[in-house]
Structure formats: structure tokens, C-alpha cells
């Protein structure tokens, strides 16, 4: 049976969903023997980075859910899953889901007292840890007990596993959390059908080129590791799923795996445009896949500028030096990614372009009012789709405070253009009223920057009230070589534009250590304001 016949068989049974994606495959009874999951850990006595096939994948899941079930953990029950291995995220998850229990997959990065409060929020039923985790939590009372290792789940018989629970599709299979960027993460509660619904979207379409051997540099607690998760368990790919998304880990394991694709975010990107990769062979790499927040032009273009793709010319099929940088806009609330681009090697529609929606997708850009705009004009994005999350978990004020007329408000700033491309410039909370009907973005500040002032590898805008007037500092991270000393307030200047410009108080060149970072990568903007503010009132009261 071809590839196509098993994702056309999954993608048209109305049973199949992000909760039984595995269990319908080994019902199939097709390519059981065939590598399918890689993890950068040992699991269950196999070695890191050695392939498990969909047999074995299946047997150590069967052997979690039969530990979880000795423990008591049954439909409805929901486990936290805080750890740091991706194979114990994964593994849990799919254990979890056998059982009917809900897994609440908790980032690493989450720290300690955070971590407790989130998890009495949720009403947990226990958690599942790892020995640096069960550390992180002993200090405090996350209001629900540690039920076990998540690697050692794995010694219990298989076979003892009760049989897979039956799922509907608006049953919940995961909650997983937004960055936590401006406070503490909120809880998002994805559904069979909903985390599903962009996998059996692609499997109408055409197979894509390098879904056959995958990499994801994704946050394993993430949303959107399930969904690669089961889309290449959907679409008969092999998957290598590493528990680090920067570092020499990232290239280390391109160099090692030789992946056709590299699923990530926006920050593993700007880490790997920051290093030397033309010491690096990136060559197998004719796919870099985005979600969550758009990617910036210059760390796309160093990207593109590396490994190959495949294209068909006059002579048949070639292979052409660089590849194809997919981009677009997601969130944990949106399932998936609501818009896509592909940049390669010569094309040039930058300027925070995400841009059209997929066809599964109804969007609009709303004003304050609720109102629909028009081309040009920059509101907020209001977005309907089966891939959305139906809410968050143990807090309705929050579910239906972001709601307008069955659409979603994202907290993104944007605006489309005649063409019915959209394009992105800030998020809501982030950007900064100038009054005059003028606004300062800070994410659309950093693009202009980022493109336009050499040697600056990353940029953080942080705009602050000072009074009645804003203030704006620009914060660079430079390449290597480039010379710290160097005043580069002009060229900031000049990259952005005049509203923006006047404002600026002061260009300051700083090391990583200085940019405070959410679990996922995203920069703390509200942390960094509060630092600043702090700054501005320190300075007034020595006045």
C-alpha cells in the first residue's frame, strides 16, 4: 500500500484525530517495521538516536499506558507531563491519550514557583517528572502529587494496557500553554478534531517535498510538536524530535540525521543565523518550516542560503544550491499556522509578510470597534478555523474575552494588503500609542533594523511612556567580528521610520545575558518594559 493510501485511509476516517493517530496506524497493519520516531534520548534501553520503528513506538507507549493505568489514571484525568527529554513528552502523551486522560504538557523552561502555581490552576490530577523537575517543584504546592518518573514508565508489561479509549471529536487530548511572555502561561485545551484538522486538510493535497525524513527543533511540551508528531505518523515519515531548539545541538543534529526538513520556531532561526554555518554541512535541508511568530528577512535569507532543493527544469529533476524557507503566523490558540509564504533563493516579499491564509481559514483585520477594515489599514486579527482551540482551561472569562462574532482575536497586530496579503507588525500588547492615530511597533522597528544595519545579528525594541511622551531603546545583539564600540544611532535612526525615530533615547549594544526569554524562545517585552520604567523612575526621583 503507497504512503497516499495511508493518509488518505486516516485522513477519511471520522474517527481519527490527534488523540489515536498511532493506535489507527498499527490498526492498519502497514510499515509496523519501518523507522518512524527518533528521539536524542535512550528510551527503554535503545540507545539516542536510534530509530524506533512504529512496532516498537507502540509497545513503549502500551507500556506507559499500562503503568499510568496500575497508578489510577483514567478518562478525563488530567496528568502534567513536566520534563525535559522530548521522548518523555512525546511518549507521554501518546500514553496518555491511549488512556483517555488528558496530558498537560508543561514546558522545562517553566521554572519551579511558576511551574506549581500553573499546575493548581488546572485542577491536575498528578504529574509526571523528571529527577530536575521533581526538584524544581519540592518547594512549593502545585496541589497535586508526583505520580512518577516519566522514564521509568516504561518498564511495565505492555500488554497490560487496557484497550484504547474511544475518542469523539470534541473530546479534550492535550492542554498545552502560550509563551507566558507577559505573565503566567495560560492554559489552551486542544480537541481530537481540532488538533487534527490542518493534517487531514494537507492530506487532499499534493505530498510535500521533504515530509519524508523530518527534524523537529520544536519545544516538545509545544502544540505544534503534536501536530508534526502525528502528521508524520499520518503521512508515513520518519521524525527526529530533539529536546534543544538552539545551541550546537541543532546543527550537530542536522549534520548527524540528515533530515529533508527542519520544523522550528522564530528563535530557533535567529540562533542558527547568528553562527557560522558556512562551517557547518547543512546540504540534506531543502525545507526550513515556521510557526508561531513570523521570522525575520535577514535570518531567513541566511538560511535560504544554505542546503539544496530539488526543482524541475528542461533536463528532469535537479538538485539547485539553497532551499525554501516556509513562513507564516500561529499560536497555541490557533492549532496551526493560519498563513503561509515560501521564500527561496530570489524572491524578495519580506517586510513581515506572512502572507495568504490557508484555504481552511476565515480571517479578518478588525479595528477597536470590532469592525472590519480595509486594505492598508493595521487592526487587530480576528480568525475563525477547525484548527482553533476551543478555549482555556478553568477560565471561561478569558475564552470568551477573546472572542468576536465566532472568531478568535488573536492579539496581533496586522494589516493586508490589495493583493490579500497580510502582513504582521506587532502584537497588541507590545506596540505603543503616539497619539495622533499613530502607534509605534516594536516588531515591525526590529525587522527594519535587523535588514538594514550591518553586523546586528538580533534587535529588541522596548518603547515606554515617560510621562506623556514614549522613549524607545534599541537593543542589539551583534555578529561576531562586528566592533561593540561602534555608535550605530544613525543608522538605527534612519532604518526606522520618522514617528518611531523620534523617539528613540538611546542605541546600546548587549550580550544574550541581558534579553530575558519565555520557555519558547519569545523575548519577556513586558519584563523588559518594567526594567526600563524602573530605569525612568530612578533617574526622575535623583532629579
Known amino acids: ?81 513536566y520534563v525535559s527529554a522530548a521522548a518523555d513528552q512525546v511518549l507521554s502523551f501518546l500514553a496518555l491519550t491511549r488512556l483517555g486522560a488528558i496530558p498537560a504538557l508543561l514546558n522545562p523552561g517553566v521554572e519551579g514557583e511558576r511551574a506549581a502555581r500553573y499546575i493548581a490552576r488546572l485542577g491536575a490530577a498528578g504529574i509526571l517528572t523528571d529527577p530536575a523537575h521533581r526538584a524544581e517543584l519540592a518547594e512549593y504546592d502545585p496541589a497535586a502529587p508526583v505520580l512518577a518518573d516519566a522514564a521509568d514508565l516504561g518498564a511495565a508489561a505492555p500488554d497490560a494496557a487496557p484497550a484504547p479509549y474511544r475518542h469523539h471529536a470534541d473530546d479534550p487530548i492535550a492542554i498545552t500553554h502560550s509563551s507566558g511572555t507577559t505573565g503566567m502561561p495560560k492554559a489552551v485545551v486542544h480537541s481530537h478534531a481540532s488538533l487534527y484538522a490542518s493534517i487531514r486538510h494537507r492530506a487532499a493535497l499534493p505530498r510535500p517535498q521533504g515530509i519524508d525524513r523530518v527534524l523537529s527543533v520544536l519545544p516538545a511540551a509545544h502544540a505544534a510538536t503534536l501536530i ?156 475563525a478555523s477547525p484548527t482553533l482551540a476551543p478555549g482555556y482551561w478553568n477560565d471561561s472569562v478569558t475564552t470568551y474575552r477573546t472572542r468576536l462574532r465566532g472568531r478568535f482575536l488573536t492579539g496581533d497586530l496586522m494589516y493586508r494588503d490589495e493583493e490579500g496579503y497580510y502582513y504582521h507588525v506587532d502584537r497588541l500588547v507590545d506596540s505603543v500609542d503616539l497619539g495622533g492615530g499613530r502607534r509605534l511597533y516594536t516588531a515591525m522597528s526590529e525587522e527594519r533594523v535587523l535588514a538594514d544595519v550591518p553586523g546586528v545579528q538580533d534587535c529588541t525594541v522596548v518603547a515606554v511612556k515617560d510621562g506623556d511622551r514614549v522613549v524607545t531603546d534599541v537593543l542589539l545583539l551583534l555578529a561576531a567580528g562586528a566592533d561593540p564600540a561602534v555608535d550605530r544611532t544613525e543608522e538605527v535612526v534612519a532604518a526606522l521610520d520618522e514617528h518611531t525615530a523620534a523617539t528613540v533615547r538611546s542605541v546600546l549594544v548587549v550580550d544574550d545575558a541581558d534579553i530575558p526569554l519565555g520557555p519558547t524562545g519569545k523575548v519577556r517585552k513586558v519584563l523588559l518594559r518594567e526594567r526600563h520604567l524602573g530605569a525612568l523612575n530612578l533617574a526622575a526621583g535623583a532629579r
Open 1 to 81: 500500500m503507497s504512503t497516499r493510501s495511508i493518509r488518505s485511509l486516516l485522513a477519511n476516517d471520522p474517527d481519527v484525530g490527534a488523540g489515536n493517530v498511532l493506535t489507527s496506524r498499527i490498526a492498519l497493519g502497514i510499515g509496523l517495521d519501518e523507522p518512524a520516531l527518533t528521539f536524542d534520548t535512550p528510551v527503554d534501553g535503545r540507545a539516542a538516536r536510534e530509530a524506533l520503528t512504529l512496532r516498537e513506538a507502540d509497545r513503549a507507549v502500551r507500556a506507559r499506558a499500562a503503568a499510568l493505568h496500575a497508578l489510577g489514571v483514567g478518562r478525563r484525568d488530567v496528568v502534567v507531563v
Open 228 to 383: 508534526a508528531l502525528n502528521l508524520a505518523l499520518s503521512f508515513d515519515s520518519q521524525l527526529h524530535l530533539i529536546s534543544q531548539q538552539t545551541g550546537p545541538a541543532v546543527p550537530a543534529a542536522i549534520e548527524r540525521w540528515r533530515p529533508q526538513s527542519v520544523f522550528g520556531f522564530a528563535t530557533t532561526w535567529a540562533d542558527l543565523a547568528r553562527q557560522d554555518l558556512s562551517a557547518r554541512d547543512l546540504s540534506s535541508v531543502g525545507l526550513w518550516w515556521n510557526t508561531g511568530d513570523c521570522a525575520h528577512e535577514a535570518h531567513i535569507r541566511r538560511l535560504i542560503a544554505q542546503g539544496s532543493r530539488e526543482t524541475v527544469t528542461r533536463e528532469g529533476r535537479v538538485r539547485l544550491p539553497g532551499s525554501v524557507f516556509v513562513d507564516g503566523l500561529g499560536s497555541t490558540e490557533m492549532g496551526h499556522s493560519h498563513f503561509h509564504i515560501t521564500h527561496a533563493p530570489g524572491t524578495e516579499k519580506y517586510g513581515r509578510c506572512v502572507g495568504r491564509p490557508h484555504t481552511f481559514v476565515d480571517c479578518e483585520v478588525v479595528g477597536p470597534d470590532g469592525e472590519p477594515l480595509g486594505p492598508g489599514e493595521v487592526g487587530e486579527l480576528a480568525t
